[in-house]
């Protein structure tokens, strides 16, 4: 079982630029969240998916934010275009059906400069 | 919605000792519960989950105690061991499928 596969680790790039971050969910679990954490206000949900359909984004912050689900095997986060105040660790999870345990990756640290 | 947070943002626990970890949620509605483990520059780690159908669930080496009256969950590691050195979420199970997160606990196991 590979879990919950993230790219990539870090990312480091310079306030206005696209950033696109990724994630490979487990195979068979149907549903997808993206979450971002800060020390300020820990672990956010920004917005998940249900069987590649996107069902709540009312986390998102803004429309400088958006997530794709193409297929059942991968999912992007993309913000364009990034300020500094977006830098933090910013995870995918996935689980297999509803209510059940969420299976996390090990994040994307992003730095906006 | 839901609010959910820690009681101690960290605690310090000798190797050996018995540690317990408290949560409170806010949503009566809550029905579901997940403590997480997060280690440094690593994702939240599933330890243990429970129903609201529960008052108890047992693991290895861990034990979760819900308390619904007074919506409140504890997280009991025995005989604590340094690799249990992180920080502990607890995880409340929403509407729809959210889940909120609490704030996060820092255990410290002292050799």
């Known amino acids: 079982d590979a879990g919950v596969i993230q790219s990539p680790r870090h990312e480091v790039t310079e306030m206005g630029q696209e950033v696109t971050l990724r994630c490979k969910p487990i195979s068979g679990h149907d549903y997808l969240f993206w979450y971002r954490q800060t020390m300020m206000r820990g672990l956010e949900l920004l917005i998940y998916?249900?069987?590649?359909?996107?069902?709540?984004d009312s986390g998102m912050p803004e429309d400088r934010f958006s997530a794709k689900m193409p297929n059942a095997s991968f999912s992007t986060l993309k913000i364009q275009p990034s300020e500094p105040r977006d830098s933090a660790v910013y995870f995918c999870?996935?689980?297999?059906?509803?209510?059940?345990?969420?299976?996390f990756g090990n994040g994307t640290r992003l730095t906006v400069t | 919605g839901e609010s959910v947070g820690l009681h101690l943002p960290t605690l310090s626990v000798q190797e050996g000792d018995n540690s317990i970890i408290n949560c409170a949620y806010s949503?009566?509605?809550?029905?579901?519960f997940i403590w997480y483990k997060q280690e440094s520059g690593k994702g939240p780690q599933f330890i243990i989950d429970?129903?609201?159908?529960?008052d108890k669930r047992q693991g290895q080496r861990v034990t979760v105690l819900l308390n619904k009256t007074v919506k409140h969950l504890s997280l009991q590691i025995a005989a604590t061991q340094p690799g249990d050195s992180a920080v502990y979420f607890c995880a409340a199970g929403g509407t729809g499928n959210q889940f909120y997160f609490g704030t996060g606990t820092s255990l410290t196991v002292i050799p």
């Open positions: 949503n009566s509605a809550s029905d579901y």
């Open positions: 429970i129903r609201s159908n529960m």
């Open positions: 999870a996935s689980s297999i059906n509803d209510r059940t345990a969420l299976h």
């Open positions: 998916f249900n069987n590649n359909v996107p069902i709540d």
